[in-house]
């Protein structure tokens, strides 16, 4: 069974850790990774794709949009314009996400900004644990924000964003009941997508077209990798937890030059 990922160039997601440690690297040449509805389960921003059988796509690790924001808070992906048309939120919804992650953001500045005198790998560490605490305190902030439905709905495209990244979370290893050896294996996995996004980010920056084709490389290389790295039941149940697929656009097609807010 295999698992369908939407990745997009976005920032890095909530519990996308891992990525501001790594360096760009030369971009994926070839793979597996799917073009969002080539494989059954990648669709366009709003709802186009089936619900997935064996699994869910997810946004790849970690360096996210190409190349410009240097803030150090994980993303907000409801900022996304495609992700903002999916829930289907109000302006007076958007504007109290934004103050409520403004907030948020006042009282983890100092603790992001101590991340700059760690070494790579204890950096990474931290932030990993730094953004799952953020995460879980601006889902308590903006529980009564969302409704129901998009609160639901918004857990499950973190997850998907964050693609090899949400499965360092020791929750969502729990659900997937991960192996010690599979645990092992994720940081080499989010090294690699982080150096692959970073490279086309860089790419992108000068040359969009070839950015676009650089991307769809590493979508095709990520997808491969994503499925084998999950069994058939732990795709199953990857793709309970994450709900329908999600394509996220990559944030260098965005013409007007802005970036999510993060």
Do not use: H
Request: one cysteine or more; glycine letters at 6%.
């Amino acid at each position: 069974m295999r698992v369908q990922l939407i990745l997009s160039s976005g920032c890095a997601l909530v519990l996308a850790a891992a990525a501001t440690a790594q360096t760009s690297t030369a971009p994926a040449q070839t793979g597996n990774k799917a073009q969002p509805a080539q494989t059954g389960n990648q669709t366009q921003p709003a709802q186009t794709g089936a619900q997935p059988q064996t699994g869910a796509q997810a946004r790849p690790g970690q360096t996210g949009a190409p190349a410009q924001s240097t803030s150090p808070f994980p993303n907000s992906l409801y900022q996304m314009s495609d992700v903002s048309r999916a829930l289907n939120l109000t302006p007076d919804q958007v504007n109290r996400l934004n103050q409520t992650s403004e907030q948020l953001q006042s009282r983890y500045r100092d603790q992001y900004n101590q991340l700059n005198s760690l070494n790579a790998n204890e950096r990474a560490a931290k932030m990993a644990e730094l953004n799952r605490s953020y995460y879980a305190d601006w889902t308590k902030g903006t529980s009564n924000i969302f409704n129901d439905t998009q609160a639901s709905r918004y857990q499950q495209l973190q997850l998907q964003y964050g693609g090899f990244n949400s499965l360092s979370d020791p929750n969502v290893q729990r659900q997937l009941n991960l192996t010690q050896d599979q645990m092992k294996n994720l940081s080499q996995l989010n090294d690699w997508s982080s150096q692959q996004m970073a490279e086309i980010n860089r790419q992108a920056a000068a040359d969009r077209d070839r950015g676009m084709q650089l991307y769809r490389d590493y979508q095709t290389q990520y997808q491969d990798r994503f499925n084998r790295f999950l069994t058939p039941e732990q795709q199953r149940t990857w793709g309970t937890m994450t709900g329908q697929p999600f394509s996220f656009q990559p944030s260098f097609t965005n013409t007007t030059g802005t970036q999510p807010r993060r």
